[in-house]
């Protein structure tokens, strides 16, 4: 029958009350959140929804990741392993040729060809598959090994993006990969995108070379040297020895300050492999220049003039604060492992947002007033104002959860709660008909009310499980604003099939017990 124990009573009354309790920090400011935490304990809560790009402005970018570049490098490695085995070996290699598909070579001393084509396979590993054509062999990636260094760099790009992000301090970012190379960027609230772009387009691979004296940039230069251009000079390039001291990965931390002179600088500090070499080229080198290097430019180039053993430096580049903070987030964070292209970008206004919010708005309350109309029309004033208290409970419940979450409200999500609304009444519906059509039947209030509860679940529940795996899909194939849409209707979906069975029924017992009435009132 329609008693209901008194713990459930008082779990569901609860619930809802706890539902306005947590949705109620959306309607304070930033400021007056904080102001909150920071007076009462933090049981009490103070979360709020987070707004997206759509709704409060800011910046959308897609970036490329330029995996030929990666390959390239990889090919690179293979092509210096062969050639270190074959100096090890003393073997001796014919028609050397690298391209974009792998490395091909000849052996000449036959009579060490076999144990070193065998060293090679062993050492190269089973991603590289060494075939013999002829005379010649060619080391490429097998696809798998393409596909598996796709993955991995698609996951460095995102995690390295993810640091420089949260150096900066802009708030909840939404970072996804989108297909094989791409990567979305979504920053609310962004006021600078282009510093934003310019911090995500570098790829920061620093590495320290000694400069070559003997070497001209005007001339030819040996295949060990290269000539790199000297940043904020007007086409002026040094030579440094190709082979790096040190790299960027050594460095465990980089903080911008200022040099004696009041420049801005960038104080690095390298980790006990780093500053140890560091110590032992700076004091091999005294008196000779040393060229710090970012993607392929000289940032510096300053002369030794004494051991710097503490593993620890300075770079000083005629930097702006900006500037030096900038480099400081991107040593910070690691380098990318392929260079980033800003494929497309879109800047939305705080105005537009705005306006997206007051449609929002207005939408939900419109809605929900139509529904509460509705309700009270078709099923009178007493069994109506149950379901439209289910209806405000239910609204309530789901920015409550929403808030708990940390969730990201875009404006597929204001649709999915609009939707939400326009559904949640549904339950009590079927309830109601089912009710008309015991009450018909002859059975009394009691025994009415009880069957339509019992005889419309299976109806209830079935049509809710399907909204619910349709919800579930959209996430899990769905991006940004898909998915975002999913959330809200599938936590739209639980939270009124809370209100409307659970809830109303409590309220329905409630008031068969205080108001004993003789006729059903829908």
């Known amino acids: 029958m329609l008693r209901v124990e008194r713990w459930k009573i ?19 400011s930033e400021e007056q959140r904080e102001e909150w935490a920071q007076k009462f304990p933090s049981i009490v809560p103070h979360q709020a929804m987070s707004l997206g790009l759509d709704l409060q402005g800011g910046s959308h970018l897609q970036l490329q990741a330029d995996m030929a570049a990666v390959l390239s490098d990889r090919i690179d490695t293979v092509a ?67 596909i598996a260094i796709r993955r991995q760099t698609m996951q460095q790009s995102i995690e390295i993006i993810r640091r420089r992000i949260d ?30 772009k310019e911090l995500l387009g570098k790829t920061a691979q620093m590495t ?46 980089a903080q911008p300050g200022f040099g004696m002179s009041g420049e801005a600088v960038v104080n690095f500090k390298f980790n006990a492999i780093g500053a140890r070499k560091f110590g032992q080229v700076t004091k091999d080198n005294v008196g000779s220049p040393f060229a710090i290097v970012l993607d392929d430019e000289i940032i510096t180039a300053p002369n030794i003039n004494e051991p710097i053993l ?12 900006q500037g030096a903070n900038d480099l400081a987030i991107l040593l910070r964070a690691g380098a990318l492992p392929a260079p980033l292209k800003v494929i497309e970008e879109r800047t939305v206004g705080p105005s537009l947002g705005a306006d997206s919010i007051n449609s929002g708005k207005h939408a939900s309350i419109v809605a929900t007033l139509i529904v509460m109309v509705f309700m009270f029309i078709v099923y009178g004033r007493t069994f ?50 089912r009710m008309r059509e015991e009450k018909r039947a002859g059975r009394s209030i009691l025994a009415a009310i009880d069957h339509g509860y019992r005889g419309s679940m299976s109806s209830i529940m079935d049509a809710n499980i399907t909204s619910l795996i349709a919800a579930l899909v959209l996430y899990a194939v769905g991006t940004g ?24 029924r409590i309220i329905i017992s409630l008031w068969l017990q205080w108001r004993q009435p003789k006729t059903l009132p829908l």
């Open 167 to 196: 150096e900066t301090g802009t708030k909840e970012p939404v970072i996804q990969q989108q297909g094989d190379d791409r990567i979305i960027v979504q920053l609310p609230g962004m006021k600078n995108p282009e510093r934003m």
């Open 310 to 321: 503490g593993g620890s430096g300075q770079i000083s580049g005629h930097f702006t604060t």
């Open 384 to 433: 109506g104002l149950f379901a439209n208290v289910a209806l405000l409970v239910n609204v309530l419940l789901m920015i409550a959860i929403l808030s708990v979450m940390g969730a990201t409200l875009t404006l597929p999500g204001i649709v999915g709660i609009v939707l939400s609304i326009g559904v949640a009444v549904d339950a009590n519906v079927l309830i109601y008909e």
């Open 80 to 146: 210096s392993t062969i050639r270190s085995i074959a100096r090890t070996e003393r073997v001796r290699l014919a028609s050397f040729k690298q391209d974009r598909q792998g490395v091909s070579f000849a052996v000449d001393d036959k009579e060490k060809e076999d144990a070193f084509i065998n060293t090679l396979k062993r050492e190269l590993g089973q991603g590289i598959q060494l075939v013999s054509n002829e005379s010649r062999y060619t080391a490429s990636f097998r696809e798998s090994e393409i």
């Open 481 to 504: 604003p898909v998915r975002g849409f999913a959330v809200t209707l599938g936590i739209g979906i639980i939270t009124s099939l809370f209100s409307a069975i659970y809830l109303t």
């Open 208 to 253: 320290f070379h000694l400069v070559d004296p003997e070497s001209n940039c005007a001339a030819s230069v040996p295949l060990s040297v290269r000539c790199l251009p000297l940043k904020e000079s007007q086409g002026m390039k040094l030579p440094v020895r190709r082979r790096a001291l040190l790299t960027g990965d050594m460095l465990t931390d």
């Open 10 to 28: 008082i779990l569901v009354l609860c619930v809802s009350l706890l539902g306005p309790l947590y949705a109620m920090p959306n309607l304070l």
